[in-house]
């Protein structure tokens, strides 16, 4: 399996529903969120496949913290890893 990243910049206010809207789409394997140096601040390890049922209570504390992350920082480059679910042959 190959992990494919998504990267853009996006600013504090516009994070958490960011990071929300990437949580529920479900296909994301990790979020990393990183300063406008590009130094990582936090890495949201995710879990392909959690129930519809779970995903409320484990988002609400993430969430908290990226809450917390867009008050101090006014832009940010949020970085998505998906894992990809087909495997590659290679020659």
Do not use: W, Y
Not at 1 to 15: A, C, R, T, V
Not at 68 to 90: F, G, K, M, N, Q
């Amino acid at each position: 399996m190959n992990d494919q990243q998504e990267e853009f910049k996006i600013s504090g206010p516009e994070l958490v529903a960011k990071v929300k809207e990437i949580i529920e789409a479900g296909k994301a394997r990790k979020i990393i969120i990183k300063n406008e140096s590009g130094v990582p601040l936090i890495e949201i390890p995710l879990h392909v496949g959690v129930p519809v049922a779970a995903l409320g209570v484990l988002v609400a504390p993430v969430l908290t913290a990226v809450a917390a992350l867009a008050t101090l920082v006014a832009r940010c480059t949020v970085v998505i890893v998906r894992t990809d679910s087909e495997p590659t042959i290679e020659a």
